[in-house]
């Protein structure tokens, strides 16, 4: 069901090393000890929300074609351990020459996790 995937994401952010440094920012305003990570987390962390117990980021659209229907969307930050399924979803998708690689991918992951859209690298 919808509220089970929102479950697994958000305890799956929370037990992510990467994705748990923003959360534990955006919830409760602490840092971590290293001065480059805690920079990196000010400097983008206007960019991020947590709604849903799940975080997410404001991306603005640089897509041409699609720009004038969405300004910006909002990406699920991905946690570090399905990043790589991800990926290799995507790559095998696109090796058997199934058309819409990334549609493919974010098919599985709403399927799975109940999100429109995927943000798979570090912010």
Known sequence: SR???IYCMAQLQRDCPEVSVMRNYLLHGTLPD???EA???LVSSDMFFIEDDIVFRH???KNPKSKDLK?????QYVPVIIRQELLDLYHCSIHVHVRGGFRVVEAWFRQHYGGPHLLLMRA
Request: aromatic share 6%; charged share 45%; glycine share 0%.
């Open 59 to 61: 991306v603005k659209n």
């Open 3 to 5: 509220m089970e995937a």
């Open 71 to 75: 300004e910006t969307f909002d990406q």
């Open 34 to 36: 290293d001065d480059h």
């Open 39 to 41: 920079r990196r987390i």
